[in-house]
């Protein structure tokens, strides 16, 4: 990697990191970004995948007083997200990469 894939995705991962506190929308800047630096997609997804999880940990702090309440309602549905999360992480890895490539 190069100086300017450093610079060119640490520029990106600023954007994604704005963007994602702001609209949620951090995958918008950072997964062309990895793409265009040559990581293959599959890669280029897991990796954002995980930055982005950071994304969202910091943005949950910074939204504490908006949640207060929503305990109940995020017990309900965080058995959903986590099932599919773990269901799409397993087909992601477990399938070739061509057929995520072509979605």
């Not at 990796?47 to 910091?58: D, H, M, R, S």
Request: aromatic share 6%.
């Amino acid at each position: 990697m190069t100086w300017w894939d450093a610079a060119f995705l640490a520029a990106a991962g600023v954007l994604g990191g704005l963007t994602g506190s702001i609209a949620g929308l951090a995958s918008v800047a950072t997964y062309p970004a990895l793409l265009m630096v040559g990581l293959p997609p599959v890669t280029a997804n897991v990796t954002n995948t995980v930055a982005v999880v950071f994304n969202g940990i910091g943005s949950v702090l910074g939204s504490r007083p908006e949640l207060k309440g929503q305990g109940a309602w995020l017990k309900r549905v965080a058995p959903a997200a986590v099932l599919g999360g773990l269901v799409g992480a397993v087909l992601l890895l477990s399938l070739p990469a061509e057929g995520f490539e072509k979605v």
